[in-house]
């Protein structure tokens, strides 16, 4: 256990329907990341925040796609109108400033149907 | 742009046999390097890292890397296999500069170690 948290661990959804997932980061870990890691293939990065700014967004980030953290700390991730190409497991990340580890957290498996 | 490629998906070796796990970039400027292990249905956890100081990176459970800029390689290397090294593992790139959480990831290799 990394110390980062993610809810749900799995997900199965109908196509078309939308779905949150939720990320509490490391206490005091002002950086947090979202990747997306589809089967046989490495994580892919998706968007970044630092405190409540989100800094970065992957062209991967299609507009059915919003992350937030409202308040700098738990961060959501929505998928709006789910396809099936979204099955991917969603994986969150977080750091104490630039520069220091990176910690994973186990990842929320979203299924689309 | 920034590519991370692994040559081998899948990669077994004996118990107490070496571990080699391959790892070439591209980058056009010195990047940083990563090495992540995953293991089934969990996140990932570093192993080590390279930035700028040692070209040889101790990392954690045995493992080490040795970044070789004139062949564009990091690979990984364990002296002595032990079964619960059996896991993906991932190589890593970052732009220095950017976040390092920022990271390319190449496809994986998975490492199955036989008694």
């Known amino acids: ?113 | 742009a920034q590519s991370v490629t692994q040559l081998g998906s899948h990669v077994s070796v004996s118990e107490g046999a070496l571990v080699l796990l391959r790892c070439n970039y591209s980058s056009s400027v010195p990047p940083y390097l990563f090495w992540y292990v995953q293991y089934p249905n969990q996140g990932l956890q570093l192993l080590l890292k390279y930035t700028s100081a040692a070209t040889l990176v101790k990392g954690i459970n045995g493992f080490e890397a040795e970044f070789k800029k004139s062949e564009t390689s990091f690979h990984l290397t364990k002296p002595s296999a032990h079964m619960s090294d059996a896991a993906e593992y991932f190589c890593a790139v970052s732009l220095r500069g950017g976040s390092q959480g920022n990271l390319i990831f190449g496809k994986g290799t998975k490492l199955s170690v036989k008694p």
């Open chain 1, 1 to 113: 256990d990394t110390g980062v948290s993610q809810d749900p661990r799995h997900k199965i959804t109908k196509r078309g329907q939308n779905v949150t997932f939720r990320c509490d980061p490391i206490s005091e870990h002002n950086r947090l990341y979202w990747y997306r890691q589809t089967l046989g293939q490495g994580p892919e990065f998706l968007t970044y925040f630092q405190n409540e700014a989100q800094l970065e967004k992957s062209r991967l980030l299609s507009d059915r796609f919003s992350a937030e953290r409202p308040k700098g700390s738990f961060s959501t991730l929505e998928i709006q109108r789910t396809e099936q190409g979204d099955s991917a497991m969603y994986l969150c990340a977080s750091e104490r400033g630039a520069g220091n580890t990176i910690y994973f957290g186990e990842g929320s498996w979203l299924t689309v149907v």
